[in-house]
């Protein structure tokens, strides 16, 4: 069965069009989210956020660049490759937060500014987890592969990890002040 989670933030009215015909008209009764600056501080955060998610796929693409040992490993290269998914989710969400009005509806505030927080934090635990199974791979495996390779390509992952933590301050500074109004409808 589909679920909905926004069925409940709209309401309808059965109304006579022109053409003396009943229709549906749909109202928003749901919250609004107020960003806390005006449409030219809005298009800075969206061309940050999308630096963020540039710089953060770019890290990862030249981190793949590397041909070390470890890359011919599956417990090393399959948390390698699974970073790359909520990095992708992260612009995805950069996009809807750029088409967004303002204020935003619950699905335009979730499926934009939640998204790309939520993303860019799955992204930099399932870098948390790859890094650990590159040391571990280097701990069971010492003395088979190119140690400056393996270093090289491990070195990637602390770097992941700052871009990810500078977005994280990115959008705390910039996100915070976002206030929440209450749709008020009226009612003939």
Not at 23 to 41: A, I
Not at 90 to 104: N, R
Request: glycine share 8%; hydrophobic share 45%.
């Amino acid at each position: 069965m589909l679920r909905n989670p926004y069925k409940d933030d709209y309401d309808h009215r059965p109304e006579v069009n022109k053409r003396g015909r009943f229709v549906d008209r749909f109202y928003y009764k749901g919250d609004l989210y107020k960003l806390p600056f005006d449409q030219k501080k809005k298009r800075q955060t969206v061309v940050l956020s999308f630096l963020f998610f540039l710089g953060m796929t770019g890290i990862w693409v030249l981190q793949g660049l590397v041909n070390q040992a470890s890359s011919r490993v599956l417990w090393v290269l399959g948390p390698y490759l699974f970073v790359l998914l909520p990095t992708l989710f992260m612009g995805l969400g950069t996009v809807e937060y750029a088409f967004s009005h303002d204020p935003m509806r619950r699905d335009e505030y979730e499926r934009g500014l939640e998204r790309m927080k939520h993303s860019a934090i799955g992204a930099m635990a399932l870098s948390v987890i790859a890094f650990v199974c590159e040391i571990v791979f280097l701990i069971l495996r010492r003395g088979t592969y190119n140690l400056q390779k393996e270093l090289f390509f491990a070195l990637f992952y602390p770097i992941f990890l700052a871009a990810g933590f500078l977005f994280g301050k990115f959008y705390d500074r910039s996100f915070s002040g976002i206030t929440i109004e209450k749709v008020e409808l009226e009612h003939e």
